[in-house]
């Protein structure tokens, strides 16, 4: 339930704020996009780490702050490109 509220809260943000030159497009094209996005982003997640810690082997914190930078990154890109476009 947590990251449904989480989902939808990010999704209206920045639906309206951050990407707010679409906002008058299609939401069921977005809304479906960006919910592909948020799944990939949770698998991806764990990967990303693993990849960070036990192949680089860098601490723990530090893959986690690596991941969340690499996350952050890929998911702005992929909604510039992806998610609200005109």
Known sequence: MARFCSAAFN????RHYVFSKFKD???INSLS?????AIVVMFANYGVIDFY???IG??????????ETTIF???YWFQRKFVFVK
């Not at 999704?11 to 920045?14: A, E, I, L």
């Not at 996009?33 to 996005?37: A, I």
């Open 73 to 75: 990154l890929f998911s």
């Open 11 to 14: 999704y209206t943000v920045n």
């Open 25 to 27: 497009k299609s939401m």
């Open 53 to 55: 810690y036990s192949i």
């Open 58 to 67: 860098l601490s723990l914190v530090l893959a986690k702050m690596f991941t």
């Open 33 to 37: 996009r960006f919910m592909l996005l």
